[in-house]
C-alpha cells in the first residue's frame, strides 16, 4: 500500500459538475496511516453513487439533512470494503463491513455508528453490490416509504418516476409482488425496453419522447393513486393531474431540479386540495430503526427465489468514478450506479 | 309571498367573476310554490360566503370535488332558515335549520341529508351566522384540520395565510388556547392591526407591503412547524423555506389562484423532501362524521366564556350577495363574509 487513489471535492458546482473543476482523481503517493485507538483501517470494495450526493456538494454555509463535503477532502459514500488493520475490536481484520467510505482505494475511519459487518458476505452468491443496492440503502428507500408513505393496496396503479434507477425498479417490482399496476418513466428506449421485458412493468414511457402529461392520459386512463416521486418537474405536474382522490405522493427525490439555477415551477399543487392528496418527503435514515429488519429479511428471500432482478451499472475502479457520478445524475447509468474499486 | 328575489348563476367566468356578466340578482313575481312529499319551504335568513363557491362557477365537464353550479339556477349556499310550509316531519313549520338554502328570499327543499335543525337557536343569544361560521363548515375546517393534520405541539409556532377570514381567525386563536406562537399574513393595514390588537395573535403582516419571505425570515427566526394555507402562491413559497424539519402543511385553500388563468408554479417543493415535510389537502365534509360532534362543543364553550371573538362581515339584503362575493374573493371582506336575507 504505498500510495492510494481518491477522488476530491474541489469546488461547489451551481449546476451539473465538472469533472477536472468540481471534482477529480488525486494520488496519494505516500499513504502510510498510523490507526488511532477505535480506527480501522479499510480496503475498500465497491461503493454506492447516489443522487443524494449531489445535495452534499454545496456551500457549507446552506443547511441541509446531511453535512456538505468538504473542499479538498475525498467525497464519500457507502461502500463493502473489507477490513486490513483494526484498532476496534468490533472489526476485527478480515471483517467485510457496510460503511461510509471515503471514493478512495483504502480509508481509515473511525467508529461510526453507521458501520455493521455484513454477516455470510464472504459465503453468499450475492454480489457485494448488492449491499449497497437492492440490500441497502436505496432497496430500504423503496420498501419502507412505500409501507410507510404509500401505504399501497391491492388493485390500486402507481406511477414511478425515474423508473430504471436505483430505488425505481425495487419499487416497481415489490408493488407488482403486491398486486398494483406498475407505470414508469425513464429516459430512454433501452430502459423502457428493460422494464417491461425483464422487470415486469405493466406500463413505461419515455419522457424525452412522451410528456408525462399524454402518457399517464394513455396509460392510466382510471387514474393513479400513489406517485412514486424521483424527479420533480413535469413528471410531477402530471402526476398531481392524475393522482385519483386521496392519492399518496412519496417525495423520495426530485432529481430534475438539482442541476439547475431556474427550478420549474408546479402550477397545479391545488390538486392537493380538491383531491384531498398527501405529499409527504423522508429521509431513509428515519426510517432505519423501525424498517431495516423486515426490510432485509423480506427482500433477501424475494432476490434468493428470483423474483427480483436488479441491475447494476458498475464503473471500474476509481479512475472512473467522477464520470460515472456525473452521468448519473443526468440519466445515463442504467440500473444502480456503483463503483468497483476492488475484488475482494 | 308574492316574488322571490335570487342571485342567478350566468356563465363561467374564467378569471374573477363579474356582476351582471357570471351571476345577478332576478326577481320571480309570481312565486307560488306547491311542495312534493319530502319538501319544505324556507325563509332563509343568512347564508355563507366562502372561497369554495368560485370552485363551483366552472365549466360543468370539469370534474371536482363538488358538482358545479348550473346555469340559468340559483347559486347555493350553506344558510340558516325558517321552516314556513312544510310537507316532512322531520322539519315542522317554526323550525329553525342549517341547510344548503338558494341565494334567495325562499328556497323549496328537498329532502338532504346535510339540513339539520338547529337547537335552541331562538333562545340562545348567539347570532344566527355563527351557525354558518364559526360553528358551522369555517369553524368545523378550522378544528379538524388542525387535529387531523397539523397536530399542533405546545411551543410550536404556525402560520396562517388569509388569517383574518373565516377559517384563520379561528384557527389562530384555537392554536393560541393551545400554546402555539401564531403569526398570520392579511392584505391590509386595518386587518394586521385586528388580529394583533383584537384576536390576540403573536405577530401579523400585510403582504401588499412585506414579502411573505422576509416577513417570515424576520417573525419566525426559528422557523415554524406549520403553516396554514388558504393562499397559495408567495406564501406558500416563503412557508417551504421556513418550515422546519417534519413541518406540515394544511392545504386548506390557494384563493390566489382560483381566479387565475397564469397559476403561480412553486419552484421550492424539494423543501418538502429535504426536511420531510407532510402537505395534505381535504374536504371539511370528509371530517364531519368524526369531529363534529367534539368541535361543536369545544367551540360553543370558548364561545360563551367568551375566549373566542370572531368577526362577521355582514352584506345586508340578496341585492348586496353578488358584490359581496366579489369582494370576498379579492379578499375586501373583513372577517367572515355573509349575507343578512331576512330577520328571524
Known amino acids: 500500500m504505498p500510495s492510494n487513489k481518491s477522488v476530491v471535492y474541489l469546488k461547489h458546482p451551481t449546476e451539473f459538475p465538472v469533472v477536472g473543476e468540481h471534482l477529480a482523481v488525486q494520488t496519494n503517493p505516500d499513504f502510510r496511516p498510523v490507526l488511532k485507538d477505535g480506527e480501522v483501517l479499510t480496503r475498500n470494495l465497491v461503493f454506492s453513487l447516489d443522487p443524494y450526493m449531489r445535495g452534499k456538494m454545496r456551500d457549507a454555509g446552506k443547511q441541509s439533512y446531511s453535512a456538505s463535503y468538504e473542499i479538498g477532502k475525498p467525497l464519500d459514500a457507502r461502500g463493502v470494503a473489507e477490513v486490513i488493520e483494526s484498532k476496534n475490536a468490533k472489526y476485527p481484520v478480515g471483517s467485510i463491513i457496510h460503511a ?6 483504502y480509508t481509515v475511519l473511525p467508529d461510526l455508528p453507521t458501520t455493521r459487518i455484513i454477516p455470510g458476505a464472504r459465503e453468499t452468491n450475492l454480489p457485494l453490490s448488492s449491499y449497497v443496492g437492492v440490500l441497502g440503502m436505496p432497496g430500504l428507500t423503496a420498501w419502507a416509504s412505500l409501507k410507510d408513505i404509500g401505504k399501497p393496496k391491492k388493485g390500486e396503479t402507481i406511477f414511478i418516476s425515474a423508473a430504471s434507477g436505483a430505488v425505481g425498479q425495487l419499487a416497481g417490482q415489490l408493488c407488482k409482488a403486491w398486486g398494483l399496476t406498475v407505470i414508469g418513466s425513464v429516459g430512454s428506449d433501452d430502459k423502457v425496453e428493460y422494464l417491461l421485458k425483464n422487470v415486469g412493468f405493466d406500463a413505461a414511457f419515455n ?12 396509460l392510466a386512463p382510471q387514474g393513479i393513486d400513489i406517485y412514486f416521486e424521483n424527479t420533480g418537474g413535469l413528471a410531477l405536474e402530471a402526476a398531481l393531474d392524475h393522482l385519483n382522490n386521496f392519492g399518496r405522493i412519496i417525495a423520495c427525490g426530485m432529481i430534475s431540479q438539482y442541476n439547475t439555477r431556474e427550478p420549474y415551477g408546479i402550477k397545479n399543487l391545488m390538486n392537493v386540495v380538491t383531491k384531498r392528496l398527501t405529499m409527504r418527503g423522508f429521509i431513509v435514515s428515519d426510517f432505519h430503526d423501525q424498517y431495516f429488519a423486515d426490510f432485509f429479511k423480506d427482500v ?7 423474483q427480483i432482478v436488479y ?11 467522477p464520470e460515472a457520478f456525473v452521468g448519473m445524475l443526468s440519466g445515463k447509468n442504467f440500473g444502480k450506479a456503483v463503483v468497483h474499486v476492488a475484488d475482494l
Open 100 to 105: 461510509f467510505v471515503g471514493w478512495e482505494e
Open 207 to 218: 419522457y424525452k419522447t412522451k410528456s408525462p402529461k399524454d402518457a399517464l392520459k394513455e
Open 300 to 306: 433477501r428471500e424475494m432476490l434468493l427465489n428470483k
Open 311 to 321: 441491475r447494476v451499472d458498475e464503473a471500474q475502479g476509481i479512475d472512473n468514478a
